[in-house]
């Protein structure tokens, strides 16, 4: 893979950045593997902060757009805003400002919808789901619905913390991302 390879950045927070994973064997680095393997031209750069919010997202995604020069950006954020209870509003404002920030970097945006705990109650629960849905549709991104869909209700594929996916969890999460990645990614350039 070249240096001037299109770069896919995955900017999202501890669940994309590795928490508590041996180096190397968190789904951003199956991705670039499985990119590779497949003949695919990409060079994935994980600009991932665990802890971090939408707001601090928003805030660092700029400089991240200027530096890496993407051709998409996964973005991968709200967790941490659903966790703390903060307003949906400020969530959706925070990931539309990304969307368009990426836009204008000329970056396409695959956006990761997460659920949460009901500890604020189902109805901050739901909404918090649908913010996801509705500002991909809004946006007109592609969405993964749950970035750990198949496997969340399963205690074995987490951490001993029970909230951070453990590493036989990553290809499940990886294979999530892909169904909706694919499609975005130019056609392999050589068979391998």
Do not use: C
Request: proline share 7%; hydrophobic share 40%; charged share 20%.
């Amino acid at each position: 893979m070249a240096a001037t390879a299109p770069v896919i950045l995955v900017f999202g927070d501890s669940l994309a950045a590795g928490y508590g994973l041996p180096q190397g064997k968190g789904w951003v680095d199956l991705l670039q593997k499985k990119l590779l393997d497949g003949g695919f031209d990409y060079r994935v750069v994980n600009a991932s902060v665990s802890g971090e919010t939408s707001l601090g997202g928003r805030n660092r995604l700029p400089a991240a757009l200027t530096s890496h020069r993407p051709q998409i950006v996964i973005l991968e954020l709200g967790s941490n805003d659903g966790l703390r209870g903060q307003p949906l509003s400020a969530l959706r404002d925070n990931l539309v400002a990304m969307i368009q920030d990426a836009r204008r970097a000329r970056a396409r945006v695959l956006l990761a919808g997460m659920r949460i705990p009901p500890n604020y109650g189902p109805d901050y629960t739901r909404k918090f789901q649908a913010t996801f849905t509705e500002v991909a549709g809004a946006q007109h991104v592609p969405l993964v619905p749950f970035l750990l869909e198949g496997f969340a209700s399963q205690p074995e594929m987490f951490q001993s913390d029970g909230m951070h996916p453990n590493e036989q969890a990553q290809a499940r999460i990886l294979a999530n991302v892909w169904s909706q990645l694919a499609s975005q990614l130019r056609k392999p350039a050589r068979p391998r």
